[in-house]
């Protein structure tokens, strides 16, 4: 049983800085890529950012030089950092990660539950 557990969301007035986390748990062997994305109503499911194992980063343009991704992969979770945040940032955040389980050769996808952000102007 894998699970992914995000927190960090919540109402942030523009300008602002947020934090988010998706930990992963369960039986795992290693986990691969992580990735952010987001989706607001009306709007196509976009890729935020992304990190490899091996600490290759990709960022969506609207977000760069403004948002941070990090993992710690000790305690199996990655990290959103976002500042100087807009109102069109608001959107449900979904953490992905592509790991393999314990014992496992197949790479699965798992996915969080989404965590709301909202920003206010």
């Given at each position: 049983?894998?699970?992914?557990?995000?927190?960090?969301?919540?109402?942030?007035?523009?300008?602002?800085?947020?934090?988010?986390?998706?930990?992963?748990?369960?039986?795992?062997?290693?986990?691969?890529?992580?990735?952010?994305?987001?989706?607001?109503?009306?709007?196509?499911?976009?890729?935020?950012?992304?990190?490899?194992?091996?600490?290759?980063?990709?960022?969506?343009?609207?977000?760069?030089?403004?948002?941070?991704?990090?993992?710690?992969?000790?305690?199996?979770?990655?990290?959103?950092?976002?500042?100087?945040?807009k109102p069109e940032d608001t959107a449900v955040y979904y953490?992905?990660?592509?790991?393999?389980?314990?014992?496992?050769?197949?790479?699965?996808?798992?996915?969080?539950?989404?965590?709301q952000v909202t920003v206010s102007s």
């Amino acid at each position: 049983q894998v699970q992914l557990v995000e927190s960090g969301g919540g109402l942030v007035q523009a300008g602002g800085s947020l934090r988010l986390s998706c930990a992963a748990s369960g039986s795992i062997g290693s986990i691969n890529t992580m990735t952010w994305y987001r989706q607001a109503p009306g709007n196509q499911r976009e890729l935020v950012a992304r990190i490899t194992s091996g600490g290759s980063t990709n960022y969506a343009e609207s977000v760069k030089g403004r948002f941070t991704i990090s993992r710690d992969n000790a305690k199996n979770t990655v990290y959103l950092q976002m500042n100087s945040l807009k109102p069109e940032d608001t959107a449900v955040y979904y953490c992905n990660a592509q790991l393999r389980r314990l014992l496992a050769v197949a790479i699965q996808n798992y996915w969080g539950q989404g965590t709301q952000v909202t920003v206010s102007s």
